[in-house]
C-alpha cells in the first residue's frame, strides 16, 4: 500500500485552466462597472461660457480703445513735430476747407495707429491665448517680435525707397505735359498706400513659419508652387502700389527675396524637428 495516499497528478496545464476558471468566476461575481457617460455642458454653461468670452473681449477692445484715443491725442497735439516728416518737403496745396481736416486726421490716425500696435497685439494676445493650443500659444509668444521688426521694416522699406522712387517717377511723367498741383489729401493717400501693405506684406516668413509649425505648409509644397505664388505676388504687389511698373517691380523683389527665405526658414525648422526625433528614438 501506498503509505501517502492515493495521489492525484496534475499537470501544468490542469493548473493554467484551474486558475482561468477561478479568474473568470470571480469577474462573473463582481458587478459589471459601467462606464460613465460623457460630461455634457448644459445650457447654463455654455451661456455662462460665452458671456465670460464676450467680456473678456469687450474688457481688451476697450483697453484697445483708449490706448489708440491716447496716442491719437498724442500726435494731433503734436503734429507741427511729424508734418516734416510726412510731407518731405514737397509743396502741396488743398482744395477746400474740409480737406484740411482730412490730411490732419488721415496722419494722426496712422501715426496713432502704428504706434499703439504693439499694445494692440498684447490685447489680442491676451484674449486668444486661451482658446490656443500650446505649439500655437508658444509660437505666437515666441515670434511676437519679430512680427513686429518686419512691420517695421516693411514700413521703413516703402517710406523710404518704394514712395520716393514711385513719387519721383509720377510726377516726372506728369510734368513732362502737364502743370502739375499736388492735392494734400492725395499725397496721404499716396502716402499710406506705399507704406502700410508693404508692413503686412513683409510678415510673410512669420505665416509661413505658423503654417509649418501647425502642419499646413512644407518647404517641398512651397518649392511645388513657386510659380504660383510669384504669380500672386506680383497680382498682389500691382494691387496695393501705383499703377506703373517701377513701383511694382521695386516690390516685387523683396517680395520674391522673402518668398525664397521663408522655404530656407521652413527647411531648417524642418531639419531641426528631424534632428530631434531622431535622437529622442
Known amino acids: 500500500m501506498d503509505p501517502y495516499g492515493e495521489r492525484k497528478l ?3 496545464l490542469s493548473k493554467k485552466a484551474a486558475l482561468l476558471g477561478e479568474s473568470a468566476e470571480k469577474i462573473l461575481e463582481e458587478p459589471p462597472v459601467k462606464p460613465e457617460p460623457p460630461k455634457i455642458e448644459q445650457p447654463e454653461e455654455q451661456a455662462e461660457s460665452l458671456v465670460d468670452h464676450l467680456g473678456e473681449l469687450r474688457k481688451q477692445l476697450i483697453k484697445s480703445i483708449f490706448v489708440f484715443l491716447f496716442f491719437l491725442l498724442l500726435v494731433f497735439s503734436t503734429l507741427n513735430f511729424w508734418f516734416p516728416y510726412i510731407v518731405k518737403g514737397h509743396d502741396l496745396v488743398i482744395l477746400g476747407p474740409l480737406e484740411v481736416i482730412k490730411f490732419y486726421t488721415s496722419i494722426s490716425a496712422t501715426l496713432a495707429l502704428g ?6 497685439c498684447y490685447f489680442l494676445w491676451q484674449f486668444v491665448k486661451p482658446g490656443l493650443l500650446e505649439t500655437e500659444a508658444r509660437f505666437v509668444g515666441l515670434y511676437s517680435p519679430a512680427m513686429l521688426i518686419l ?3 516693411g514700413i521703413s522699406f516703402g517710406y523710404f525707397i518704394v514712395n520716393p522712387l514711385s513719387f519721383q517717377f509720377l510726377i516726372g511723367m506728369g510734368e513732362a505735359n502737364f502743370a502739375v498741383m499736388i492735392s494734400a489729401n492725395e499725397y496721404i493717400h499716396f502716402l499710406i498706400m ?8 513683409f510678415e510673410m516668413p512669420i505665416v509661413a513659419l505658423f503654417l509649418s509649425s501647425i502642419g499646413l505648409l512644407t518647404s517641398e509644397s512651397m518649392k511645388n508652387v513657386r510659380k ?6 506680383a497680382i498682389v504687389s500691382a494691387l496695393i502700389t501705383p499703377p506703373d511698373f517701377i513701383s511694382q517691380l521695386i516690390v516685387l523683389i523683396p517680395m520674391a527675396v522673402l518668398y525664397e527665405v521663408s522655404i530656407y526658414i521652413v527647411r531648417r525648422i524642418e531639419v531641426k524637428k528631424a534632428n530631434v526625433e531622431s535622437s529622442a528614438m
Open 151 to 153: 512691420f517695421l521694416l
Open 115 to 120: 504706434l499703439s500696435l504693439p499694445f494692440l
Open 10 to 12: 496534475i499537470s501544468p
Open 228 to 233: 504660383w505664388s510669384y504669380l500672386v505676388i
Open 194 to 201: 506705399t507704406t502700410i501693405p508693404l508692413g503686412l506684406l
